[in-house]
T-cell receptor
Framework: SAVISQKPSRDICQRGTSLTIQCQVDSQVTMMFWYRQQPGQSLTLIATANQGSEATYESGFVIDKFPISRPNLTFSTLTVSNMSPEDSSIYLC??????????FGPGTRLTVT | KQEVTQIPAALSVPEGENLVLNCSFTDSAIYNLQWFRQDPGKGLTSLLLIQSSQREQTSGRLNASLDKSSGRSTLYIAASQPGDSATYLCAVNSGYSTLTFGKGTMLLVSP
């Protein structure tokens, strides 16, 4: 199994600013992901965080808006850039072990005013 | 493109009832299916993982079944308790990197 922590747990930010969310896994994992959950909706995959290379983004998400880093096998960051109220969501870090079971962090609740 | 549907969207039951949550998916070529629980404003807790070669998995009062050919999974909760109140999400792994989620079933168990 994998235990995932995220920082911050929540934040209130002003329009036009940026926020970086950190994700730490307690063991080395093969894959890490970032999801967004908008109010009342299910989860949507933003991107797969690749170690040592550029992240793989899903349709509708771009690197300029959501830059991602993954410097090693246990850590990743997601930045939400130039925020607008539409970016208010829960952002979830996720990791997959070698048996393809996927684990999630507690989430970061972001409110943009 | 894989699509996952969960029925019902919401369910309210008295404590002690046995209940069934349903999940259907459009593409039967899956690696596995995972059931999660999400409490309000929180992250996801993995409940059960069923590999494509398996028919069911059990954990305590929870039992999940998988019928890959018909594109269906059910989560059975026995003797429900107020602490079971949460949103239950079904997610399908159709490839190397992507989990596709349903919209969830919001369960309320009243004392």
């Amino acid at each position: 199994s994998a235990v995932i922590s995220q920082k911050p747990s929540r934040d209130i930010c002003q329009r036009g600013t940026s926020l970086t969310i950190q994700c730490q896994v307690d063991s080395q994992v093969t894959m890490m992901f970032w999801y967004r959950q908008q109010p009342g909706q299910s989860l949507t995959l933003i991107a797969t965080a690749n170690q040592g290379s550029e992240a793989t983004y899903e349709s509708g998400f771009v690197i300029d808006k959501f830059p991602i880093s993954r410097p090693n096998l246990t850590f990743s960051t997601l930045t939400v850039s130039n925020m607008s109220p539409e970016d208010s969501s829960i952002y979830l870090c996720s990791a997959r072990t070698s048996v393809y079971e996927q684990y999630f962090g507690p989430g970061t609740r972001l409110t943009v005013t | 493109k894989q699509e996952v549907t969960q029925i019902p969207a919401a369910l309210s039951v008295p404590e002690g009832e046995n209940l069934v949550l349903n999940c259907s998916f459009t593409d039967s070529a899956i690696y596995n299916l995972q059931w999660f629980r999400q409490d309000p404003g929180k992250g996801l807790t993995s409940l059960l993982l069923i590999q494509s070669s398996q028919r069911e998995q059990t954990s305590g009062r929870l039992n999940a079944s998988l019928d890959k050919s018909s594109g269906r999974s059910t989560l059975y909760i026995a003797a429900s308790q107020p602490g079971d109140s949460a949103t239950y999400l079904c997610a399908v792994n159709s490839g190397y990197s992507t989990l596709t989620f349903g919209k969830g079933t919001m369960l309320l168990v009243s004392p």
